[in-house]
């Protein structure tokens, strides 16, 4: 099985920060990511595809890289509506989650 | 308007069973791979399972290999989950999700919750 590791697990940042997430692969996807914004008790909101393809009505602040077994998200200027808890997931072989990075108000 | 509507979630005894139900509105149901993906209280996404459009092809997350499955019926615009011999450490929210092609998960349901305590 594939796993997906984020780091951190949790990070402290302040409105107008850049942020950077980090998920990596246990084995090499191609470009086979996902990243996933949820908040508390709501269903989790698709950000990025194929690691880099900002899906449809996403703000342009959020954007993904990355290729093989290492890939980013970054938000470029934290707003408010961010703080959150971001999950990346792989659909190379079947699917896997990683463990989230919650951000939360520094 | 695209909408899943997850029902069938309970309480029940280890060892027991339910089928879980989403009903698919707003898309051509037949047309996307659907999934199911759990979420333990406090805890993180866990991807369970997913069938291809026509229902030919099934996939599982080992952790439920065996107990769970996975259907559909495209008449009725619906995707199935029978769960069976649950465990505490099924206890979660389950989500029925949609498929964006080969790309991630574009539209998520609100979840139906499982409880298995005695």
């Known amino acids: ?106 | 308007e695209v909408q899943l509507l997850e029902s069938g979630g309970g309480l029940v005894q280890p060892g027991g069973s339910l089928r879980l139900s989403c009903a698919a509105s707003g898309f051509t149901f037949s047309s996307y791979a659907m999934s199911w993906v759990r979420q333990a209280p406090g805890k993180g996404l866990e991807w369970v399972s997913m069938i291809i459009s026509d229902g030919g092809r099934t996939y599982y997350a080992d952790s439920v290999k065996g107990r769970f499955t996975i259907s559909r019926d495209n008449s009725k615009n619906t995707l199935y989950l029978q769960v069976n011999s649950l465990r505490a450490e099924d206890t979660a929210v389950y989500y029925c999700a949609k498929d964006k092609g080969p790309n991630g998960i574009d539209v998520w349901g609100q979840g139906t919750t499982v409880t298995v305590s005695s």
């Open chain 1, 1 to 106: 099985d594939i796993q997906m590791t984020q780091s951190p697990s949790t990070l402290s940042a302040s409105v107008g920060d850049r942020v950077t997430i980090t998920c990596r692969a246990s084995q090499s996807i191609s470009n086979w990511l996902a990243w996933y914004q949820q908040k508390p008790g709501k269903a989790p909101k698709l950000l990025i595809y194929k690691a880099f393809f900002l899906e449809s009505g996403v703000p342009s602040r959020f954007s993904g890289s990355g290729s093989g077994t290492e890939f980013t998200l970054t938000i470029s200027s934290l707003q408010p509506d961010d703080f959150a808890t971001y999950y990346c997931q792989q659909y190379n072989t079947y699917s896997t989650f990683g463990q989230g990075t919650k951000v939360e108000i520094k």
